[in-house]
């Protein structure tokens, strides 16, 4: 998003640069660049017929058409005539909610499987940590910390989304330092339990292979199902103690992945 980001312009589809940090995305293309600047420009437009702020416009099923109508005017240019796919909607769409409704919206499942927050101490001074690296520190709280709390990941999850489920998923650092533990994923779990009723969030259980006696991590793993009705084991293999490899396969690697497997098979999937 860049330093300078503007909430009021948040767009309600992504597109440029993106990635979660294992690997280089490729640069924005002319399409793409084109497409936000042609919604940018309309937005307000749009945003007055339709008595709204330009963020709330931004955010809403007809900001999403106008964005799917922009996107498609600018691929048609740049193909000339070219075939290729097409978003097929109604020009009113960008201007009416209902015709956008009609257009875009659905009662799909979406499962996102692989969710994060971090549970910072905020009456303790510190730094972001693994925080540091994503936009989402940028959410206008005077403390970047408060951006990764549990409330703005349910606001953006279940409010300011379509999400139907999710799952708390683990991050690489073992011990009390870990901003994710298992009770803050549970957290989640207990909070939207209440607000929604039962099955709208899963919790992974984690462990690191490469760390301790697989004996130990056999009892953790035993304890830790025995404590949280956890839906899946999260293991790293790049992270959080010597780099490993699932089936073993390499000498010199630290040798975790086949007696992580049995444990497994011990312990319950």
Known sequence: MGDGYDPDFE???????????EYVPPPMSEVEAETIRRTRDAADTQARRLGMSRRTFLRSVSGAALMLL???????AA??????GRYLLHPDAAGDLDAA???????????DVQVHYLNYDLAQPGGLGIGALFPQQR????????CYSVDHLIEEMFLKSDTSKLVMS?????????PLSIDDMELVKRIMTQLCGRGRVLVQGQTFPSIGSAAEQRDAMAQLRKDHNIVAWKVYTHA?????WLDDHEADAAQGG???LENVRAVGP
């Open 11 to 21: 767009l309600p589809i992504k597109l440029g640069p993106c990635s979660n940090g």
């Open 70 to 76: 922009a996107l498609d005017a600018t691929a048609r």
């Open 79 to 84: 193909r000339a005539g070219a075939m290729g």
């Open 101 to 111: 409704r009609a257009a875009i919206a659905g009662n799909e499942l979406i499962f």
């Open 139 to 146: 959410c206008g709280d005077s403390d970047p910390r408060a």
């Open 170 to 178: 683990a991050i690489p650092i073992p011990g009390k330092g870990n």
């Open 240 to 244: 959080g103690g010597p780099p490993w």
């Open 258 to 260: 086949n007696a992580f």
